[in-house]
């Protein structure tokens, strides 16, 4: 009768330990896929908030630049007009001044930049948006397959509600980054 008891108790302490192995297994399966949707949520955010202060630092340099380019061109008139109203040796030393200060003009050099960056970012964007709907979607995966979604529900995971990340705009957008067409 006491081996029967022994063996009866062998049998309830090895499922005991199989069930909280199992709930064990379910959690740590569970947390680990729950950082891997943080994770991924984060990148998303980091690479949105990049691609801020990317477009604004990136066309304020672009801007500046076309000014610098802007006034070297008009000093260059300038000196061309003084040139052919007799004033040369005056032409001659403005053009000089220009040429040491502004070697070579590169204002188109600087958009085509600017336009390589931001594809690039928005690149990026994309991959990692699309990681973090991988993430959601093996995440709920997990909580909704059985045997494991049922032990994690008992445990009050839920799948994450979401509708998965898209590429639209927000609207607070950049726009207009150059300024007006006047010269602004």
């Known amino acids: ?54 477009v604004y630092n990136l066309a304020d340099a672009v801007k500046s630049y076309q000014n610098y380019e802007g006034d070297t061109l008009t000093r260059i008139t300038q000196a061309r007009a003084a040139a052919a109203s007799g ?3 005056q032409a001659q030393v403005a053009l000089n001044a220009v040429a040491e200060q502004y070697p070579e003009l590169k204002a188109n050099e600087n958009y085509k930049q600017l336009m390589t960056e931001l594809a690039l970012t928005e690149n990026q964007i994309a991959q990692y948006r699309n990681n973090y709907n991988q993430q959601v979607r093996a995440y709920n995966k997990l909580v909704r397959s059985f045997p494991t979604g049922f032990l ?5 995971y839920q799948a994450i509600e979401t509708t998965y990340a898209d590429y639209d705009a927000p609207e607070d957008a950049p726009q207009n980054l150059f300024g007006d067409s006047d010269g602004d």
């Open 1 to 54: 009768m006491k081996k029967i008891a022994l063996i009866v108790l062998a049998i309830v302490a090895a499922l005991v330990l199989m069930i909280a192995a199992a709930f064990i297994s379910a959690n740590n399966r569970a947390v680990s896929a729950e950082e891997q949707v943080s994770s991924a949520a984060a990148d998303v955010q980091v690479a949105e908030k990049r691609r801020v202060d990317l």
């Open 152 to 156: 994690l529900r008992v445990m009050n």
């Open 87 to 89: 004033k040369v040796e």
